[in-house]
């Protein structure tokens, strides 16, 4: 009884975050961020260059942006017409920026990014505990299957495949949820783990992380009660993150209300800009800021290198 109850547990937690990461659609910038008439008959007429930067240097100044592209130009997405958030991504399958995007799931045939990234954790997490119940509640029988211990029937054949699969689902799933678990702990995404985040004067692998519990309340949120439920809890709008920026941007206005103070660290500066208020409060807690700093002069990449054509920056 108690092992009926528990699998069906773990089967209802599994398909409540597999449906919900499949059916929640990604979140895409808001309209802020998309140019207006005026500004694309603008960027249109004029030559390639540094006139259509211009442009997009004047539809961004009022912007929460502080990441560039390879070149230093405002990250601009040519099919969706708008200036690119930071961490937001253009997905070639589903022709769309997505906001805060990590990678296009086969699994799951979605893009998994700011407004589910949530529930493919938890979708994760709770097939990986399925496959691991499944795999220690056979292991007994799978035992006796080979010392003979089992009927001479056909069903001895289904527990040594069902052990089997339960087990290499296990290792699988296992890698694959530690290495989220671990760009968690880091506040990164896959596709920023392959091209740090450059902002306006270097590149800064750590430049969105804010320390381990503060990374963790970003996707989970601030009520611990939610975490482990795949309903979405996740802090903030998907278009504007804090940052521990090594220089502030002379392009971004000064920020009112003294968020440009510096922590104990004073080689990091707050963002520039006002956070969302559900994002501003992870500024003004208690500092934690060591591991970040620790790593701030470790975090320049290599402009040459391969991986960083993953994305075409236009």
Known sequence: VVCLVAYHIFFMLFVWSYWKTIFTLPMNPSKEFHLSYSDKESLEREPRGESQQEVLRRAAKDLPIYTRTMSGAIRYCDRCHL????????????????????HHCPWVNNCVGFSN?????LFLAYSLVYCLFIAATDLQYFIKFWTNGLPDTQAKFH?????????????????LFGYHCWLVSKNKSTLEVFR????RHRTDKNGFSLGFSKNLRQVFGDEKKYWLLPVFSSLGDGCSFPT??????????STPGGLNSTSKNENHLFPAK???DSQSHLLTDTPSWSETSTKAEKGKVGMNNPALTMENET
């Open 83 to 102: 200036v690119k958030p930071d961490r937001c991504h253009h997905c070639s399958v589903c022709d769309k920026c997505i906001l805060k995007m990590d």
């Open 274 to 276: 006002p956070l969302r």
């Open 117 to 121: 990234y949530k529930f493919f954790l």
């Open 159 to 175: 527990i040594m495949f069902l052990f089997f699969a339960a087990a290499m689902f296990s290792v699988s799933l296992s890698s």
């Open 244 to 253: 521990c920026l090594v220089n502030q941007d002379p392009e971004q206005a």
């Open 196 to 199: 740090a985040p450059i902002f």
